[in-house]
Structures are given as structure tokens and as C-alpha cells.
T-cell receptor
Framework: QKEVEQNSGPLSVPEGAIASLNCTYS??????FFWYRQYSGKSPELIMS????GDKEDGRFTAQLNKASQYVSLLIRDSQPSDSATYLCALFPGGGADGLTFGKGTHLIIQP | GAVVSQHPSWVICKSGTSVKIECRSLDFQATTMFWYRQFPKQSLMLMAT?????????EQGVEKDKFLINHASLTLSTLTVTSAHPEDSSFYICSARPFRDSEAFFGQGTRLTVV
């Protein structure tokens, strides 16, 4: 079974600090990886996509991908209370499957 | 990013009735759309892949006769929950991609409550 694993948290981080969210996956054939943010009762919102090994930065967000270790991470710099949400790691499984596979999400709390 | 619109945002229905949920891609054409279900404190689970002009592909364990999917045009997919039961109460979310392997954009979600 192709799985995406995340620590459910909650992960509590002081305002202004760096929040580090981690994700591991089992399908080595996966090529496309995404981080979504989901507020309670709302649908997911795309934060970052990453396709190649290394780092990808967008504003306060940095996604990191290591395919050899089957590991994806998201760093949030200068964390704000509005960053408090559940962060979902998602990927397209290998083998041509069309639908995203999601992890269960990490609940992030930014403490003012 | 691309816009996906879902309607209604919430619905309450009686057991045994049917409910239709619409998903529209507003600024792009989507030959494929996806339907997810999310129970409280759980992750999104893919229910089915909706293909324009052909039958939907259902994930294992999802009853195709209960969750009817129609993708009649390149911008509209509908999910009909037939003979709804309280255990069908959930958050249903659709998504679509402008092209294969691009990021997926989500509709606002539909909160279904069956009483």
C-alpha cells in the first residue's frame, strides 16, 4: 500500500520561530510532491510544490525533497499565528495514478 | 492559481434521500476531476476519478452505485450521494488540475449532514 506518513502533532512553535514539518513516503515511483494548508472546516490550499531533489523557496516557505531518503519537509520562517493550521503532505503515486495521495496532516499551532 | 468552485457548501438531508454536489473549473478545462471525502480529524481520501465523457474510476471500497459521478463537460463534474445514510455525513471535496502532473486545486468543499 502506498502511504504518506506525517506526525499528527500538535506541533507548537513560538511566533517568529521556524516551524519544521516532515513527511515520509513509501512509493519510490512518486515524482511530484505538494504541501497543502487546511484550516478547520475548509478545503486544502496549495502552499508549495516540489519535483526535484533539494530546496525550493517561496517567501517564508521552503520545501525540501530527498528522494533517496523518501523524505519531504516544509519549513516556515518567521511563523505567524495565521500559520496555525493542519499541513497536508501529498504526492502523485508512481504508475500513472491520477489522484493525489495525502498524509493525515500535521496540526501546527503558532503561539503568540 | 486556477479556480475550482463547488456547490453547495453545506447541505442537510434526510436519510434515504439523494444529494447532488457540483464541481466546476472556472478558468480552465479539466478532462479529469477528483472527488475526496474527509471525516473529522482524518486525511482526505480519494473516492473516485471523474473522466469527461466516460465512466468514473472508483477507489477500492467506494460503492459506485451509491456515489454517482457524472462528468458531462470539460468544466463540470457532479457527485450524487444516493439513498444517503447518517454514516455518509462527511466533508466532500472536489479537485481538478489544469494539466497532467500540475498541482491540484480544490473546491471549497461540501459539508453533508444526513439526519
Amino acid at each position: 500500500q502506498k502511504e504518506v506518513e506525517q506526525n499528527s502533532g500538535p506541533l507548537s512553535v513560538p511566533e517568529g520561530a521556524i516551524a519544521s514539518l516532515n513527511c515520509t513516503y513509501s512509493d519510490r515511483g512518486s515524482q511530484s510532491f505538494f504541501w497543502y494548508r487546511q484550516y478547520s472546516g475548509k478545503s486544502p490550499e496549495l502552499i508549495m510544490s516540489i519535483y526535484s531533489n533539494g530546496d525550493k523557496e517561496d517567501g517564508r516557505f521552503t520545501a525540501q525533497l530527498n528522494k533517496a531518503s523518501q523524505y519531504v519537509s516544509l519549513l516556515i520562517r518567521d511563523s505567524q499565528p495565521s500559520d496555525s493550521a493542519t499541513y497536508l503532505c501529498a504526492l502523485f503515486p508512481g504508475g500513472g495514478a491520477d489522484g493525489l495521495t495525502f498524509g493525515k496532516g500535521t496540526h501546527l499551532i503558532i503561539q503568540p | 492559481g486556477a479556480v475550482v468552485s463547488q456547490h453547495p457548501s453545506w447541505v442537510i438531508c434526510k436519510s434515504g434521500t439523494s444529494v447532488k454536489i457540483e464541481c466546476r473549473s472556472l478558468d480552465f478545462q479539466a478532462t479529469t476531476m477528483f472527488w475526496y471525502r474527509q471525516f473529522p480529524k482524518q486525511s482526505l481520501m480519494l473516492m473516485a476519478t471523474s473522466n469527461e465523457g466516460s465512466k468514473a474510476t472508483y477507489e477500492q471500497g467506494v460503492e459506485k452505485d451509491k456515489f454517482l459521478i457524472n462528468h458531462a463537460s470539460l468544466t463540470l463534474s457532479t457527485l450524487t450521494v444516493t439513498s444517503a445514510h447518517p454514516e455518509d455525513s462527511s466533508f466532500y471535496i472536489c479537485s481538478a488540475r489544469p494539466f497532467r502532473d500540475s498541482e491540484a486545486f480544490f473546491g471549497q468543499g461540501t459539508r453533508l449532514t444526513v439526519v
